[in-house]
């Protein structure tokens, strides 16, 4: 199904207060549509639209769709037997998903870069904006977290660039149209929807033979999975890597806070030096992916060392909130355990007497289905406080609770606990919490709020 974007104007979203369908919303009203949509409660994401002119519901009712509206569309999260949906199939309103909508949007663009992996795309994404937008090159960008140089987390540019994430949840990122596809990793995710790692790996291979044949595939050469799809592949490929690839990393060492500092070659020959402004080893690879990317749409080596090294990072990945009696908050977004050894080994290596972490485990389903995974991913804090799982789009069978998971955490030697209240959780941490810890909160639910609750 393809949209009209001359004949129609009218569109609605049910759940618009996404990170995603409010950033489509926004594309639509800088472009002068009429924006409705729905969704559980108030956010900062539906207070903006609706300043912006959105007419936004708090619920979703059937009396939210009227036969005027042109477009209906929904998220991936939405079951079956939403009222707004059943009413849009009755009315014979025309419905899109999220993805097949962001697709459409895409048709526009000449260049579409879509930048896909289990880890790591808002980072990547947001470096690759920064690049685009000081080489000049007005790109439209989406990006799953709100990064400051855009006041968001989308922006409406008037060229061919676009910009975006994309997700593999229900294979969302197969209606897109690539032309640079990025595939930084492939790990099991999502496997209430995959089941197992095989259909995974098959949903990336499905993805890069989207990109037509003169497009290219970035894609890090260290990922034996990755490397299981590459030779069914018919475009461009571009390598990176630490160990291997066209783009490398070497002579890496790292700065008093965390920070790598590296010199970047492309087919062996030195091309820049770089000395990022964001911790961690996994951001090493994420630069690589951005200049690969970057190289090919011809961005010249002084634009993208100024836009990296400039680069603080996105909202929720290894933020700093404050410092507070000796104490530094950090929060970050990591949900899934590949991601959360990533974040503590950042950890590691900042300025610390003790790592303390509390973590808000995301959905039963990703909990249960990486339970063993979990279990260990801990091993390097001083002490770990477990809040109740996040449901998120799901409902509670019962079969596992942060209660059980603490425990078989402690069985590591793991100083681990489960408090179910943040309230209660912020009274602990008021008590332990000393001079020169390190403490952070972890996972992609509301965890965020113990940060800022500590620090008020």
Known sequence: MSFD?????????????????????E?????????????????????????????????????NITLDIDLVVYTAAISKDNEELLKAKDLKIP???????????????????AVSGAHGKTTTTSMLSSITLKANLDPTILVGGNLDIINGNVRTGDS???????????????????????????DAEHLDYYKNIENVQNAFLKFAKLIPKNGYLVCYSDDNRINNIMPDVDCNIITYGINSGRITAKDIHFDEVGCAC??????????LSLHLAVPGKHNILNALASIAVSLILNISTENIKSALESFKGTHRRF?????KNGITVVDDYAHHPT??????????????????????PHTFSRTINLYKEFTSAFD?????????????????????????????????????????????????????????????????????????????
């Open 5 to 25: 974007f001359i004949k129609n104007k009218k569109v609605h979203f049910i759940g618009i207060g996404g990170i995603s369908m409010s950033g489509l919303a």
């Open 27 to 63: 594309i639509l009203l800088k472009k002068n549509f009429e924006v409705s949509g729905s969704d559980v409660k108030v956010s900062p994401a539906t207070d903006k639209l609706k300043s912006m002119g959105a007419k936004i519901y708090i619920g979703q009712t059937a009396e």
């Open 95 to 113: 419905l899109m998903s999220r993805a097949e909508f962001l697709g459409n949007i895409m048709k526009g663009h000449k260049y579409n870069v």
């Open 160 to 186: 061919p660039y676009f910009i975006t994430e994309a997700c593999e949840y229900k294979g969302s990122f197969l209606k897109f149209f690539p032309f640079i596809g990025v595939i930084l990793n492939i």
């Open 262 to 271: 590296f010199k970047v070659y492309k087919d062996n020959k030195i091309i």
């Open 319 to 323: 933020e700093i909130k404050s410092k």
């Open 339 to 360: 991601e959360i050894r990533a974040t503590l080994n950042t950890a590691q290596n900042y300025p610390h007497k003790r790592i303390i972490c509390v973590f808000q």
């Open 380 to 456: 390097n804090v001083d002490e770990l406080i477990l809040t109740d799982i996040f449901p998120a789009r799901e409902k509670d069978t019962g079969k596992v609770s942060s209660a059980m998971l603490a425990r078989d955490i402690s069985k590591r030697g793991v100083k681990c606990s489960y408090i179910k209240s943040f309230n209660s959780i912020v009274e602990y941490l008021k008590r332990d919490l000393k001079d020169g810890d390190l403490f952070l909160t972890i996972g992609a639910g509301d965890v965020y709020k113990i940060g800022e609750m500590y620090l008020q």
